[in-house]
């Protein structure tokens, strides 16, 4: 699961945020201050910081400069009451990744977020290739193989199918499988993801109205059934 750091000192802020991300799907920690943020940061190899800049002990800029002076590129996306254009600079230029202003939109920050973790995190993820059964998907050419016959999937069905075998073995909300896979702003329903695990039942399994990988966990939504070591 995708973990996030946020280091804000505002307790509402902080409060809220911290209960949006988790209902999105995300695993969350805190920090109220920068001493203790950049200690979580080291130690917890978040994938996402969210980062205040005006904090205890040490400030959001230099929670920011140690990190990248130590080598560690998580993504960060800053927070701050200031607006002005030097400060966005400094903050780009000690490595931040992107920059909101508060009062920030939570609609805005989500997306984001969803942007960086798309750009960084899934590149990474989902490089080289993956078997099961008698499936094989190369992750680099986009391309899914069933007893050495090429699949004719969606670009939106391998997004689909990346996201499931990444989380393995765990149980995905139907709201969390869509927001992940089609964005926090699609205005699709929840029978979209219902439509398209049917595709895949039909086009990976055997037995589509049995399925061995692609369970489904009745009144949640769906998990992926095979081990990745």
């Known amino acids: 699961m995708t973990l996030i750091l946020i280091i804000e000192d505002d307790a509402s802020i902080l409060l809220g945020l911290e209960k949006s991300l988790k209902f999105q799907g995300y695993d969350v920690i805190c920090a109220k201050d920068g001493e203790s943020g950049l200690r979580l940061a080291t130690q917890k ?5 969210i980062l205040d800049i005006m904090l205890p002990k040490l400030d ?8 990248r002076e130590n080598n560690i590129e998580i993504p960060i996306i800053m927070l701050t009451v200031k607006e002005q254009e030097m400060d966005k600079v400094m903050g780009l230029e000690l490595g931040a ?10 609609l805005e920050l989500m997306a984001r977020i969803k942007a960086i973790l ?11 290739s ?27 069905e391998f997004d689909l199918l990346t996201f499931l075998i990444s989380n393995s073995g765990r149980v995905l909300k139907r709201e969390t499988i869509l927001n992940e896979v089609w964005g926090y702003d699609y205005y699709g329903t929840l029978r979209t993801v219902d439509n398209f695990i049917t595709r895949l039942h039909q086009k990976l399994e055997k037995d589509s109205a049995n399925p061995q990988y692609i369970l489904t966990v009745r009144g949640i939504g769906y998990k992926f059934n095979f081990p990745i070591d």
């Open 45 to 49: 190899s978040p994938d996402l910081i």
């Open 60 to 67: 959001g800029y230099q929670v920011c400069r140690q990190l």
């Open 97 to 106: 990744d992107d920059y909101v202003t508060k009062p920030f939109s939570l």
């Open 118 to 128: 798309r750009r960084t995190k899934g590149a990474e993820e989902h490089k080289g």
């Open 130 to 156: 993956f078997a099961f059964g008698d499936v094989e998907i190369d992750f680099d050419s986009y391309t899914v193989t069933r007893e050495g016959k090429e699949l004719d999937l969606s670009q939106r």
